[in-house]
């Protein structure tokens, strides 16, 4: 029975819970690439889009159709001058077919509806390159925010440390009379404060894998660090006025918006097409058969033909249709503005990022390199005698700290280096594949 409960929660531990394993920022994408809802709604909306253009290219293709009747049929006939005798009432069937074939020979409204399909699948192949930069973008922003909660954590972890050895120091000072209890009472609050903020930082790392996992739909572990082997370079080229004006050239928002505004466009001329006169070329094909007082009857009718049919007036309904088709193409027009501006500012944002970024992490790592040998010697100091316990804490803490913002600078050069390429539109997996090298 034992085993038997243990193969039950086995076959359901391995059904329902997600694997739990190490894997690199690369693999992590690939996860995110299939499971994101973000991503796949925008990947299954492109593939209704699609569909579009076969359905208005129906429209301009024959069409065929077959349609029966039966019929019984109940006949009085009433004359008050008869010499042959037949009135009365009487009862009979009839039935009949109708095959009919139509050939649209001019619809402008289905004409401008073909080439709508066009500019739809255009925005949306757009929309679709732009949600994958994005998927790549919050992909890496998710997976280091998972790397600043390690660092955090590292730091809470090693504050606490400091503080405990500074509340022991702060002990033993007044056990021998040293100093009195404000002091030791002073550093159980600091040390209660760090063990709360330890108990936060760990909080905040369980977080930043559920934000991870809500990309990815799956649970990671052990994640690789940022290798201290990374290049800063510089934008190529070094002129944000020549990344603005690629941006607004090749940006996919703006690209999508500007498909968009000539559907628009193209909605005016369909509903324009409300007041022009329809073609269509009909063969019909059709037999009636119908019985009655006088004998059975047989109709058979076989023509061919072209059809006209001239609208003149519909109450308004086609004007008004054109008078909104004009306000919404203002609409997509300032939709399309919007993304330059967009688009602009989040390049040059970016852009003035990466090079700050530079000059930021350049001095930060010296901060660390600085802190690191000011550490040395305070740990020298106090061998000696020269340094208290109290000044090697505040010395390992301001190191702890270094590190730190040391690598929450490189993080954020590395995303401002991602944004300024999708700002431009050139964001690609090789630029993540680049960035996946990186980490250890």
Excluded: C
């Excluded at 299939?34 to 429209?59: F, G, H, I, K």
């Excluded at 409204?109 to 500019?119: F, G, H, S």
């Excluded at 390690?150 to 050895?165: I, M, P, Q």
């Excluded at 944000?240 to 940006?251: K, R, V």
Aim: charged share 25%; proline share 3%.
């Amino acid at each position: 029975m034992r085993i038997r409960n243990f193969a039950f929660l086995w076959v359901f531990l391995t059904a329902y819970v997600s694997p739990v394993f190490p894997v690199d920022l690369l693999e992590i994408y690939g996860y995110a690439l299939d499971s994101d809802p973000q991503y796949q709604q925008v990947a299954a909306t492109r593939r209704a889009v699609l569909e579009q253009r076969p359905q208005a290219l129906s429209q301009l293709l024959p069409s065929l159709s077959f349609s029966a009747n039966a019929f019984t049929n109940e006949q009085e006939i009433e004359s008050i001058f008869n010499p042959l005798g037949q009135g009365g009432k009487v009862t009979y069937s009839s039935h009949g077919y109708s095959l009919d074939l139509t050939q649209p020979l001019f619809r402008g409204d289905r004409i401008m509806q073909y080439l709508q399909a066009d500019n739809r699948i255009k925005q949306a192949d757009a929309e679709l390159i732009a949600a994958e930069q994005d998927l790549i973008l919050r992909t890496t922003v998710a997976y280091f925010e998972v790397l600043a909660a390690y660092d955090n954590l590292g730091f809470a972890e090693a504050e606490k440390k400091s503080l405990s050895r500074q509340l022991d120091q702060a002990k033993q000072r007044f056990d021998v009379g040293l100093t009195a209890i404000t002091d030791v009472q002073e550093a159980q609050a600091g040390h209660d404060r760090a063990f709360a903020a330890e108990i936060e930082a760990r909080n905040n790392v369980d977080n930043a894998w559920e934000a991870l996992r809500e990309i990815t739909g799956a649970y990671f572990s052990e994640p690789a660090t940022l290798g201290d082997t990374m290049p800063l370079v510089s934008p190529q080229p070094e002129e944000i006025d020549a990344w603005t004006g690629a941006a607004l050239e090749q940006n996919l928002n703006i690209l999508a918006a500007r498909h968009a505004v000539d559907t628009a466009r193209r909605e005016i001329k369909r509903q324009k097409a409300g007041h022009l006169p329809t073609v269509d070329m009909v063969a019909r094909h059709r037999l009636d058969e119908s019985g009655g007082r006088f004998g059975s009857i047989e109709s058979t009718t076989s023509s061919v033909g072209v059809e006209l049919n001239v609208p003149i007036f519909q109450g308004g309904y086609v004007s008004s249709r054109v008078r909104e088709s004009h306000q919404r193409l203002d609409a997509e027009r300032q939709r399309l503005e919007q993304a330059r501006r967009n688009a602009q500012r989040l390049t040059r944002q970016a852009y003035l990022g990466v090079i700050s970024g530079i000059s930021r992490v350049n001095a930060l790592k010296q901060a660390v390199v600085s802190s690191e040998t000011a550490l040395l010697a305070t740990e020298a100091g106090f061998d000696v005698g020269t340094r208290t316990a109290v000044d090697v804490v505040a010395a390992e803490r301001a190191t702890s700290q270094a590190r730190r913002d040391y690598a929450r600078a490189r993080y954020d050069y590395l995303l401002d280096t991602l944004r300024l390429k999708q700002a431009s539109g050139s964001l690609s997996t090789e630029d993540l594949r680049e960035v996946n090298r990186w980490l250890n």
